[in-house]
């Protein structure tokens, strides 16, 4: 190798699911993605992951990282709450999404900023971003989560947040909100957020390496700054694009699935395409579900249905599912346009190099 620290693998794995052998690739294309990532045209891209039919056909790690490093998987860990939530509402720890946010804190008799509006948020509000706290971090007009990870308690900091909306009216992203589904999901099955996960999701997928960011009264946070293994993040792609099931057992159910990453809510102005600044592909509308976002990735030569999880500096899970593909990119283009290069590496190497 050129340089010993860059790693570069690219072979073929036994599939966990019962999909076809996989499909011929035209690897010249995957060759030129390796190029252009190590003569930095995609800048501070640690890795890559790729996988088709259930099956890695791709992995490259560079800029010092391997494929044990644990890497910050910023909000795309939020489109994991998501099936943290949907998992304890299939064992029934949770009734359904309609249920009131506030009636599971019961131990919090008094709010610093309540409001009798609180009163009427759901875990619905918390799940597509509709709570309507006085907090909007997605374009920074109004952060909330600086000032949560400097208070002792998140989730209690997260109820105490003011209203700026009654809840179920306004899209306004907020970590507050999964930081709240995390005190939801530990008080209605009386296991903290840490042990849940690994229980219910992470065990059963054979991941065992990670680590959580925790507040001081050691509720695990699940808005972001959760570390795992790049393959890992894979590993979710897979059990969401195969619907909940992994190796023949259902980890999260198929209504979960389909009804979290439906996503109709539009994000008002933005487009992540559009943001890559990418001249290969046109940018969509971006669209909302639970914690999981849908873009249409279209060119001149291809229109392809995109399901994402999100995270700061490009961290990415993302499914296309007619194409039985499951993409996976962690970086370090943080608070940057650069984060959304993955999105013209999708459209420029990727998609034409494994669809048919």
């Known amino acids: 190798m050129e340089n010993a620290k860059k790693v570069l693998l690219i072979f073929i794995l036994v599939s966990p699911f019962s999909y076809a052998q996989p499909i011929p690739r035209k690897l010249p294309l995957l060759d030129s993605l390796t190029h252009k990532i190590e003569q930095n045209s995609y800048p501070n891209m640690h890795a890559v992951l790729i996988s088709q039919n259930g099956v890695t056909v791709y992995q490259h790690y560079t800029n010092g990282y391997t494929s044990d490093s644990l890497h910050d998987s910023r909000s795309s860990f939020k489109s994991i709450a998501s099936l943290l939530t949907g998992i304890a509402i299939d064992k029934g720890f949770i009734r359904n999404t309609a249920q009131r946010v506030y009636s599971f804190f019961p131990e919090y008799t008094s709010y610093q900023h309540w409001d009798s509006r609180k009163d009427q948020m759901t875990l619905d509000d918390l799940l597509t971003m509709k709570t309507g706290f006085d907090c909007e971090e997605f374009n920074g ?14 989730v209690k900091f997260s109820l105490d947040l003011p209203l700026a909306n009654r809840p ?24 903290t957020i840490v042990a849940f996960a690994e229980k219910y999701l992470f065990k059963p997928l054979g991941i065992s390496r990670y680590r959580w960011t925790m507040d001081s ?12 293994r790049p393959a890992d993040m894979l590993k979710i792609g897979q059990l969401v694009a195969n619907q909940g099931n ?11 699935i389909d009804k979290s990453t439906r996503a109709v809510t539009a994000i008002s102005n933005f487009s992540f395409v559009g943001s890559s600044r990418t001249k290969r592909a046109q940018p969509q509308p971006t669209y909302y579900g639970y914690y999981w976002y849908r873009e249409q990735l279209v ?10 999880a999100s ?25 940057s346009w650069k984060a ?11 998609i034409p190099s494994v669809a048919r």
């Open 217 to 228: 009264a050691q509720h695990g946070m699940t808005a972001g700054s959760f570390f795992i």
């Open 168 to 191: 179920g009216t306004h899209w306004a992203y907020t970590s507050a909100a999964p930081m709240i589904l995390s005190g939801v999901i530990a008080n209605a099955s009386k296991m």
């Open 311 to 335: 995270g700061n500096g490009g961290q990415y899970i993302m499914l296309i599912d007619d194409l039985k593909l499951v993409v996976v990119f962690t970086g370090g283009n943080y608070n």
């Open 246 to 256: 992994w190796q023949g057992k259902q980890i999260v159910s198929k209504a979960w």
């Open 299 to 308: 060119t001149n030569s291809f229109k392809h249905d995109v399901l994402f």
């Open 340 to 350: 959304k290069l993955p999105f013209e590496a999708l459209a420029a190497y990727i």
């Open 141 to 154: 007009t109004r952060d909330c989560e600086e000032a949560m990870s400097q208070s002792k308690d998140w």
